[in-house]
């Protein structure tokens, strides 16, 4: 997308479009999608910070814990928004910080929904998540309870992945850019 294709208004300083959602919604995927179809960068929170870490994040949790996680991942957002001028995949958790919802407001934010069936078999039962160790499906139905209203409170538009490919989802999210 050329900045003339871009909406009336729309500054020029900011991503294209910021996804948010549970794990298991399928952000970092539909970003690759939606990043090759505008033909702009794409970037993901969660690899920024373990970028800056040199860890992964399931390690960071073990060793520095949930709290300087998500410091690290609200700066980690502050920066993004700040810089990037593509498409942004946030990690699950990034938008439970009042900071980073504040942040959001203005920008283009697609919440990708997922049921608790759909993202439980896309994580896995031995998930390398941090908040999903131990009974997957019982944390993830809390994470989701928990949250849903959250993600619903930052987002221009939601789209329910339940069912669907990547490519399905990306194409719902073009259409509503456009």
Known sequence: ?????????????????????????????????????????????????????????????????????????????????????????????????????AALDGHVVVFLDVGLADAAARVGLGSSRPLLLGNVRSQMKTLLDARRPVYESVATHVVLTDGRTPDDVAEEILSLLA
């Open 1 to 101: 997308m050329s900045p003339e294709d871009r909406p009336e208004g729309r500054p020029e300083d900011r991503p294209l479009v910021v996804l948010v959602g549970p794990p298991g919604a399928g952000k970092s995927t539909v970003a690759a999608l939606l990043s090759d179809a505008l033909g702009v960068p794409s970037r993901d929170t969660d690899a920024d910070v373990e970028a800056l870490t040199g860890t992964t994040i399931a390690d960071l949790f073990v060793t520095e814990g949930e709290e300087r996680f998500r410091l690290l991942e609200a700066q980690a957002v502050r920066d993004a928004l700040a810089e990037h001028r593509g498409v942004l995949a946030l990690g699950g958790g990034a938008v439970v910080r009042e900071e980073t919802r």
